[in-house]
T-cell receptor
Framework: EAGVTQSPTHLIKTRGQQATLRCSPI?????VYWYQQALGLGLQFLLW???????NRGNFPPRFSGRQFPNYSSELNVNALELEDSALYLC????????FGPGTRLTVL | LAKTTQPISMDSYEGQEVNITCSHN???????ITWYQQFPSQGPRFIIQ???TKVTNEVASLFIPADRKSSTLSLPRVSLSDTAVYYC????????????FGDGTTLTVKP
């Protein structure tokens, strides 16, 4: 959707496990933004990567981390999963006119 | 960070014009105002962006008064498919951490 792909579409984990989510922006876009959207709530900024570097992070604990690869794709890792981590995780390219991927629905049981 | 406030929900009928207002009293000089549409379990879709005065594209208009403390998204002649959540985003185009999404307005279009 709009030049951003995310995988997997759905992910089911149990408490304490680790989750890895992936995002690939369209070629030529160096920035990747991660957001968390809990059910029925708005978008909360998680992380911003640009040119392989973490540029900014939102108000989330350190167990939320990520990285950006040389091809500008990105991974979001969530360690020691908690029930409240269940949410739609969205990745976006660009900032001024952000284009979002379809998201990964993470369910923690 | 500029805090944004939007109505929680709005109802409308097909063919009507819908105006959704977002308040952002402490908007900064470098901040832009962007509106997104989101359907359930999908990523938000960009609608329109502006800095001041009026911006119009093929799907919507954005009105921003001189003091920039609020903005109004105008959707002309809505249809049932416009039923969605609409988010106002105010922020610095160069730093995602300085951008704030509102809580969203759920627009329900009735036949």
């Amino acid at each position: 959707e709009a030049g951003v792909t995310q995988s997997p579409t759905h992910l089911i984990k149990t408490r304490g496990q680790q989750a890895t989510l992936r995002c690939s922006p369209i070629s030529g876009h160096t920035s990747v933004y991660w957001y968390q959207q809990a059910l029925g709530l708005g978008l909360q900024f998680l992380l911003w990567y640009d040119e392989g570097e973490e540029r900014n992070r939102g108000n989330f604990p350190p167990r939320f981390s990520g990285r950006q690869f040389p091809n500008y794709s990105s991974e979001l890792n969530v360690n020691a999963l908690e029930l409240e981590d269940s949410a739609l995780y969205l990745c976006a390219r660009s900032l001024g006119e952000q284009f979002f991927g379809p998201g990964t629905r993470l369910t923690v049981l | 960070l500029a805090k944004t406030t939007q109505p929680i929900s709005m109802d409308s009928y097909e063919g009507q014009e819908v105006n959704i207002t977002c308040s952002h009293n402490n908007i900064a000089t470098n901040d832009y105002i962007t509106w997104y549409q989101q359907f359930p379990s999908q990523g938000p879709r960009f609608i329109i962006q502006g800095y001041k005065t009026k911006v119009t594209n093929e799907v919507a208009s954005l009105f921003i008064p001189a003091d920039r403390k609020s903005s109004t998204l105008s959707l002309p002649r809505v249809s049932l498919s416009d039923t969605a959540v609409y988010y106002c985003l105010v922020g610095d185009r160069t730093n995602a951490g300085k951008s704030t999404f509102g809580d969203g307005t759920t627009l329900t279009v009735k036949p």
